[in-house]
């Protein structure tokens, strides 16, 4: 089971304008900011606007236009960084065994070197 969306989290705050962030893309439906502890030379994270814990809540139950947009977002950053032509990484960390540390759902997005086989 999912937990319950806390509104307090890290991530919930930067949409709120309560935190600093360094934004990459806005639109209606997602923000886009780059990572405080970045693990690649671009580590940028894709949020959606809505209160979602996680990829499981966010497929569960968010609408058709939220997801379409979600998505659009996360192709959109990747192509005004430059990442089409030389490729790049997403991944999305969901609950306890992924070590998710933010409950506000993220997409990872990784580029800027090759960055090798995929690793657990
Ligand atoms: P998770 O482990 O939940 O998939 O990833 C959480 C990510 O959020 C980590 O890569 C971490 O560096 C990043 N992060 C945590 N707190 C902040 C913050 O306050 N600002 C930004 N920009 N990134 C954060």
């Given at each position: 089971a999912t937990l319950p969306y806390d509104d307090q989290n890290i991530f919930a705050k930067i949409l709120r304008g309560e935190i600093p962030n360094r934004t990459v893309y806005e639109d209606e439906w997602a923000l886009a900011f780059h990572d405080?502890?970045?693990?690649?030379?671009i580590h940028i994270l894709v949020i959606p606007k809505g209160a979602y814990v996680s990829w499981d809540d966010f497929s569960a139950k968010a609408s058709e236009a939220e997801i379409a947009g979600f998505i659009r977002a996360v192709g959109h950053v990747a192509r005004e960084q430059g990442l089409v032509a030389p490729g790049y990484r997403l991944l999305a960390n969901a609950g306890i065994n992924s070590h998710q540390e933010v409950p506000h759902l993220h997409v990872h997005l990784f580029g800027g070197k090759a960055l090798g086989p995929m690793l657990l």
């Open positions: 405080i502890n970045p693990q690649a030379p």
